[in-house]
């Protein structure tokens, strides 16, 4: 059987896959268009002012490591990688001073590849500036953070910020396509069946990575499988002619009990093999016209098993969630969870529930997210949603998970199914404009603190109406700062409970006014 790849497929399929000149990338084209400042740092020989230092932002498996390597080969220059994990100020400092070195001795470049740079510290970049604004490298950062919150300024205004977006449906069926018949890929050695091929790029989401690992683990999946069938084709043959040796020899064998010849065997494993499944006891799947995708005329080739997307699943036993918890993406699938909360769409709350519960995010997280926006999104139109969410909390601390799930569900449902006020939200937040304005006046006199002796005779407490002495518990009397009087921060919406609120709060306001009110309480 032939082996996947060349011999140098000890190496993970991506990274022998990985492109050596900017054509070969996939994805990216409007960065990649002559006459970008990508273009021209590929191809500094075509003249053309070049970035010194360049910072690529986006998730991962966009191409990031890869247009690294692609601006060091094209423009035959040094490449140096450092891990912002392991390295430090000193590692920073040494190959700043070897590729000094390298330009003034040889006349020979340097990029300095920097993976995660977000991780590294404000000192730590701080040790980058000299090398980059001096040109003693070119520095090609990596981050899947906003630069604008991950990278300091001063490095950041010398920097051009290049955004990677993920890669499309049909760009990573692309990459597929090449990997299974590049020489440095799959070298043909296997064919990729229609529904495989769609399986792994619904896996992937858009990371090349992804995509081509899934294809290397189905590929081996797909080959061992065809391995075991052939063995098994094998021996039922051998045990076969066994005994129509023995039929034969006793004179007792008929034409309707005679052994399938070599022929119809094979006539039956390619009628199998059409449906890109696998029969057991069968021979080995190869490809067939129409089923696989790859080289032109690859599909017709004899003796290639096929991946079908039985093997994709039996690699891939479920799609791991692509979600940092330090990235930007963490902290879009979070706003999308709570905005589709506010936004009362419970189905698009719950998915993106489900995928920050699969991203590993702590479940105390969403618990405390829930209790803010049941307090600022559902607020006084259901006041018991803010007891739900508590207790969706204490429920989550108390079982853990997986079992946790169950109540941020719960909760979840409930506050995106309530209605909608965020009143609470907005009174708090003008009333702390006002006081940060300041101006805000003193306590009235007849509502400070008459407790101690000498109180009364400063005139704290005097004049003041106890409210349940009133038949309405409610006293005409002034309780805002004198600058203040008259100003209202809660304004109810007539959404939910909020609708009885601003009912009773009419009243309530006419009666503090000392004025009648046109109903009751």
Not at 16 to 28: A, K
Not at 169 to 197: H, K, M
Not at 369 to 383: C, F, K, Y
Request: hydrophobic share 40%.
């Amino acid at each position: 059987m032939t082996s996947l790849g060349s011999a140098g497929a000890a190496r993970p399929l991506a990274a022998r896959m990985r492109p050596r000149t900017l054509d070969e990338v996939v994805g990216q084209d409007d960065l990649r268009r002559p006459g970008t400042p990508l273009w021209r740092l590929c191809h500094p020989a075509d003249g053309g002012l070049t970035p010194a230092s360049v910072i690529l932002y986006g998730p991962p498996g966009t191409g990031k490591t890869t247009l690294a390597h692609v601006i060091a080969q094209e423009g035959r220059r040094r490449f140096v990688e450092l891990s912002a994990i392991s390295a430090g100020v000193k590692d920073v400092r040494r190959v700043m001073d070897a590729a000094a070195s390298d330009r003034d001795l040889y006349g020979t470049q340097t990029v300095l590849f920097l993976d995660e740079i977000h991780r590294f510290t404000k000192a730590q970049q701080d040790s980058l500036l000299p090398g980059v604004e001096d040109g003693v490298v070119i520095l090609v950062a990596a981050t899947t953070e906003n630069p604008s919150f991950a990278v300091i300024s001063p490095l950041l205004s010398r920097s051009l910020v290049l955004r990677l977006r993920s890669l499309s449906r049909d760009d990573i069926a692309r990459l597929l396509d090449r990997a299974v018949v590049d020489p440095r890929g799959l070298g043909g050695a296997v064919a990729l069946s229609a529904e495989a091929r769609d399986a792994i790029v619904d896996l992937a989401g858009g990371d090349a990575r992804r995509g081509l690992t899934l294809l290397e683990a189905a590929a081996g999946q797909a080959q061992e499988a065809a391995a075991e069938q052939a063995d098994s084709t094998s021996s039922g043959r051998r045990l076969a002619d066994g005994a129509s040796a023995g039929e034969q020899s006793a004179g007792s064998i008929s034409s309707d009990e005679r052994p399938v010849d070599g022929a119809e065997a094979g006539e039956r494993t390619a009628g199998s093999a059409s449906s890109g499944g696998r029969q057991p006891g069968g021979a080995p799947h190869e490809a067939s016209t129409g089923e696989a995708h790859g080289h032109p005329g690859q599909a017709e080739s004899a003796g290639v098993p096929v991946i079908s997307a039985a093997d994709v699943a039996a690699v891939a036993d479920r799609a791991l969630v692509r979600y940092g918890q330090g990235g930007d993406q963490h902290y879009d699938v979070v706003s999308a969870f709570i905005k589709s909360i506010r936004g009362s769409d419970v189905d698009a709350a719950v998915h993106y529930l489900a995928r920050m519960i699969e991203g590993g995010e702590d479940p105390r997280f969403i618990a405390r997210r829930l209790m803010i926006s049941a307090a600022e999104d559902v607020g006084t139109a259901d006041p018991q949603a803010l007891q739900i969410a508590v207790a969706a909390a204490q429920a989550v601390a108390m079982v853990g998970m997986p079992e946790g799930r169950i109540p941020l569900a719960e909760a979840t449902v409930y506050l995106a199914s309530a209605p909608k006020s965020n009143a609470a939200y907005l009174a708090i937040d003008r009333a702390i404009a006002d006081v940060r304005r300041g101006g805000v006046g003193e306590v009235p006199p007849h509502l400070r603190d008459a407790h101690y002796k000498g109180a009364r005779a400063l005139g704290h407490g005097v004049g003041y109406r106890y409210p349940h002495d009133e038949p309405t518990a409610v006293s005409a009397q002034q309780y805002l700062p004198d600058p203040l009087r008259g100003r209202r921060y809660y304004e109810p919406t007539g959404h939910g409970f909020d609708a009885t609120i601003a009912r009773r709060l009419a009243i309530v306001r006419e009666l503090l006014a000392g004025r009648t009110p046109g109903g009751d309480l």
